[in-house]
């Protein structure tokens, strides 16, 4: 079996890893992407030329493109648990399978959300920048964790540890899920100290925080942003944040291109912005890479992987070579 994967000599290190590499050349002969940028549409077909699949980084997104040119091509898999890189209907007109991995982040964008959560309700940042300017930092009062409330507008995996986690600190937790939990909308952002947007992106919650959610959170609380930049009204929540309705906001993802924080916001001396590294941590780019080798593995033996979107449409996967 002949795989090419996708990531660049900036990605590769992050985002895969050697220790999955020498796994992965266990079950396959590796073409690798010897640049710095990251191929996509024709570009990428043609550097997976021969293959049988393709390893995808989210820099290089399964295309309708990519698909039309790779008439080999039997598997897209997509390093990562989001898909919406890939367009799978697309693939599945072509007969390739299109496989995601499994979540191997939780901790590490929980553990971000807490740096969050301290340093807006502490000012660390805040601290930080006016020493650095030269000034000498004023104290003022804090947010204390223990005894404050916690919203939490999504209730999956990553909200569910964010519970357990804030809970220990000594906080109060109040849940909300478009698919069903255990409090309103508005309960949640009535009732938050600090709110957290952890839900899924689909197109029925695209700005699913906008100007009527900032408004019905408390005056003086906090919105932390650890999913998805499209879920958020930008614009609303900067004028939240102008009237000071909103005391501050952190964000690891915003609406700048590969999900990065809106510049524009993240100059903001009242927001705190990250450049989407909520799960870049090695623990958790080895789980997903581990993944991959794995559906690879299935792949060379004949089986259909852990993880397959479209099993059904990969026809190509059962034509004889």
């Known amino acids: 079996m002949r795989v090419y994967l996708s990531h660049g000599s900036l990605s590769f290190p992050g985002y895969f890893g050697e220790r999955a590499l020498a796994a992965l050349r266990e079950h396959a002969d590796v073409v690798r992407n010897p640049g710095v940028e990251e191929l996509r549409d024709e570009a990428l077909a043609a550097a997976a030329a021969g293959c049988d699949a393709i390893i995808a980084y989210r820099g290089s997104p399964g295309t309708a493109a990519t698909f039309a040119a790779a008439p080999q091509l ?7 648990v989001d898909i919406s890189t890939v367009d799978v209907t697309a693939a599945s007109e072509r007969g390739i399978l299109v496989t995601q991995a499994t979540p191997g982040f939780v901790d590490a964008v929980v553990e971000l959300g807490v740096g969050f959560m ?5 000012g660390v940042s805040r601290s930080v920048l006016e020493y650095r300017a030269g000034g000498v930092a004023q104290p003022r009062p804090g947010l204390q964790l223990s005894g404050a409330t ?13 519970a357990e986690v804030a809970r220990a600190l000594g906080m109060g937790v109040l849940a909300y899920d478009p698919h069903g939990g255990t409090h309103s909308l508005a309960e949640v952002l009535s009732g938050a ?27 003086g609380a906090f919105f932390i942003n650890l999913s998805r930049g499209e879920l958020i009204d930008e614009a609303a929540l900067e ?3 102008d009237s000071g309705h909103l ?9 700048a291109p590969d999900q990065m924080p809106l510049p524009r916001l993240a100059a903001r001396p009242d927001v705190i912005a990250t450049p989407h590294i909520g799960g870049l941590t090695p623990a958790a780019a080895e789980h997903q890479a581990m993944d991959t080798v794995r559906q690879v593995a299935a792949l060379a033996a004949g089986r259909l992987p852990d993880g397959a979107v479209n099993a059904a449409q990969a026809y190509r996967l059962f034509k004889p070579a």
């Open 150 to 162: 916690l919203g939490l507008v999504g209730y999956g995996r990553i909200a569910r540890r964010m």
């Open 118 to 122: 301290v340093d807006l309700a502490r």
């Open 239 to 241: 004028a939240a944040l």
């Open 74 to 80: 039997k598997a897209f898999l997509r390093c990562a």
């Open 193 to 219: 100290d600090i709110v957290i947007c952890l839900a899924l992106s689909t197109p029925q919650t695209r700005h699913m925080m906008g100007a009527e959610a900032f408004a019905a959170m408390r005056r």
């Open 247 to 255: 005391a501050g906001a952190a964000m690891d993802v915003g609406s």
